[in-house]
Antibody
């Protein structure tokens, strides 16, 4: 059974950093592209970042490029999202999601999400 | 970036109704579009990818169509468990983008 479990969320002051983790199980993690998607309270979905199966290719959404960094450790079946220079508008539930197949760019499995609140 | 505009943003319908949601892309994206369903407090669920292919396990009352810039999601006979918010997402290029969502509520 595929499982994605996010952790690392919490309350953080503006300008500070936070690292989210997503632990994967139930599939061959090192053959799948992984994404982060977020959802501000009461709002729609916003794609954040993607990392290729080997970590060699990464892309970011416009609002986080230069501040957030995605990485993975295939030996630990975990994908990370390093968030620096956090802003109040980064407040959201952050989901990790698995790409349905190589190059598909759609998400067939999602974690339950972890809430990040940026507030002084 | 490719913008996706969904309409309507809200609709009220009854069990058994046929429901259609539209997603318009700011530029042509061939059939590189997916649809998701999200219920309150839950992660989204993939319904359809590449515009018209049903994800495994999704009921056949859901269907998708379209290409280029205009796409539709149709629920042929709305069931109680279908009341949720639906999002389209383009698969064509990074940055990936979502539509603003359509909330389907009980009339």
């Amino acid at each position: 059974q595929v499982q994605l479990v996010e952790s690392g969320g919490g309350v953080v002051q503006p300008g500070r950093s936070l690292r989210l983790s997503c632990a994967a199980s139930g599939f061959n993690f090192n053959t799948y592209v992984m994404h982060w998607v977020r959802q501000a309270p009461g709002e729609g979905l916003e794609w954040v970042a993607v990392i290729s199966y080997d970590g060699g290719e990464k892309h970011y959404g416009d609002s986080v490029r230069g501040r957030f960094s995605i990485s993975r450790d295939n030996s630990k079946n975990t994908v990370y999202l390093q968030m620096d220079g956090l802003r109040p508008e980064d407040t959201a539930v952050y989901f990790c999601a698995r790409d349905r197949c190589f190059g598909c760019r759609s998400f067939d499995w999602w974690g339950q999400g972890t809430l990040v609140t940026v507030s002084s | 970036d490719i913008q996706l505009t969904q309409s309507p943003s809200f609709l009220s319908a009854s069990v058994g109704d046929r429901v259609t949601i539209t997603c318009r892309a700011s530029q042509g994206i061939s059939t590189y579009l997916a649809w998701y369903q999200q219920k309150p407090g839950k992660a989204p669920k993939l319904l359809i990818y590449v515009a018209s292919t049903l994800q495994s396990g999704v009921p056949s009352r859901f269907s998708g169509s379209g290409s280029g810039t205009q796409f539709t999601l149709t629920i042929s006979s709305l069931q109680p468990e279908d009341f949720a918010t639906y999002y389209c997402q383009q698969l064509n290029s990074y940055p990936l983008t979502f539509g603003g969502g359509t909330k389907v509520e009980i009339k």
